[in-house]
DNA sequence: CGCGCTGTTGAAACTTGTCAAAGTTTGTGG
DNA sequence: CCACAAACTTTGACAAGTTTCAACAGCGCG
């Protein structure tokens, strides 16, 4: 049923033939420009899909690293753990992004993948994909890329983490999904959080209570309206303001 | 003189037969096992040296990327700034390993490296680096190990800013310092520290008093011995069960 | 329909930051 | 090679921001 990768296991796999060249999301993961025989070694390449249920996870800590996966829809979390039972959310990621990548290195997993909402994965068999990236120069440029864009993405992390306060943090968070969502058409100043005060808290180095007094803040001040999870964007302006507030 | 490369101009560029193969750091920044003839191809890579003296910039946000750096001998920071004048120092590095993956996504730096001691470095130009990896199937999966070891480093770092204390971060940078100067045949008990007070406050998040005042309470519990820049552990366990303290 | 998970809010405690002053080291120019 | 300035470090007292603890409200799932 589920050969050597431990965790498709717990989970529905379904062989489904997926295509990469129908796949609405091409322009987030895909190079610009492929020849239509290239495109379509692509898509023998990714060859199996996968569906998963709100809280399943995709990968754990200590699983065997062979494939990248790509988000098709739905919305996840990663997240690192230390022995006392403290962890952190290192990101959170939606359709078009790339999982997996934090494996390449010791060919095990180094965070939890989980699904925060039902979410269909493509699986990218890591060989595979360097083999195919020595003959298609655009996607091994590509593929540097994404890795890259990661890395950058990262340190714009610890600069969050690092140097801003509460408020500043919360008001990147927020305008980081709205230009997210926006990106995938989805309406920039209206949105559900898929995450926790908890996750959110975690990824932004606070504590849930904070999170939930912040968000009030900001909704007193008319920045933002919340109910819930439901965050509609009332004064982008204000919010970018909140960020670059200087100490 | 300095071609394309802008940077050039500003230091003494010395192109100097540079042998990978005669590196002592090669074990730190290549594959295992290459052959002879594809060593040999490697060699021809690296084409170009240079040194930088303390201070200088190996490369600004915004400079044009065109090549990876790997560090032959000396010390840096990478840092990132926002418009209000606020950074973070993102790492420090030091022999063995590289710099410049941030550039990669954007053709742009988005980071600065900058010397914190006199240092050589070897340019391996990425586009020649990219062509070579396709061919080297080892050195390509190499490659991709390292930029994949770069994001993990990197969510330790958030783990680090997000969920620990000042003693706990502090202490987790000295052990870091250590294991990576033992790596390198020094003294894991023993060494100089070539940042600031400041720059490893902006690494971890603190100010710069709280690391000064962290420090001198780790001298006083006989965890470690300070003098300015000179560092001697005298209790690693202790270092270490400070981390792992809970809450 | 109720129990549990999630979110909100308040008050007090704690950690870290801020401001200030003085000591120490390093580097430069005479 | 010395002297002086600049940069870096240490330490104290106080302020600010965030966490902790606690209580309660609301929503959603079984």
Redo the contacts with the bound molecule.
């Keep these: 049923m589920s050969p050597q990768n431990s965790q498709l296991k717990v989970s529905t796999l379904t062989l489904v033939k997926t295509a990469c060249s129908n796949c609405n999301l091409r322009e987030l993961c895909l190079p610009f420009g492929l020849e239509p025989n290239e495109m379509e070694r692509l898509d023998t390449l990714v060859s199996s899909r996968r569906r998963l249920k709100r809280g399943e996870y995709l990968y754990r800590v200590g699983d065997t690293f062979d494939a990248i996966f790509a988000i098709r829809s739905g919305f996840f979390k990663t997240d690192v753990l230390i022995e006392d039972g403290r962890d952190q959310v290192t990101g959170f990621q939606m359709g078009g992004e790339l999982l997996g990548l934090d494996g390449i290195s010791t060919e095990q997993h180094t965070c939890n993948a989980i699904a925060l909402e039902d979410s269909d994965i493509c699986a990218i068999p890591f060989s595979q994909m360097e083999a195919l990236s020595r003959e298609i120069h655009s996607l091994q440029h590509h593929f540097h890329k994404v890795m890259s864009r990661e890395i950058v993405r990262d340190h714009g992390v610890m600069m969050l983490l690092g140097t801003?306060?509460?408020?500043?943090?919360l008001a990147a968070f927020l305008l980081n999904l709205s230009q997210r969502f926006t990106a995938r058409g989805y309406s920039h100043a209206e949105f559900f959080?898929r995450?926790?005060?908890?996750?959110?808290?975690s990824y932004l180095?606070?504590?849930?209570?904070?999170?939930?007094?912040?968000?009030?803040?900001f909704?007193e001040d008319g920045h933002i309206a919340?109910?819930?999870?439901h965050i509609r964007i009332l004064d982008v302006n204000g919010l970018k303001a909140l960020m670059n507030r200087r100490?």
Tied chains: 1, 2.
Excluded: P, W, Y
């Design positions: 801003m306060r509460a408020e500043e943090r959080l995450m926790t005060r908890e996750e959110i808290g180095g606070l504590k849930l209570e904070t999170v939930s007094r912040t968000f009030s803040r909704q919340v109910q819930q999870k100490n």
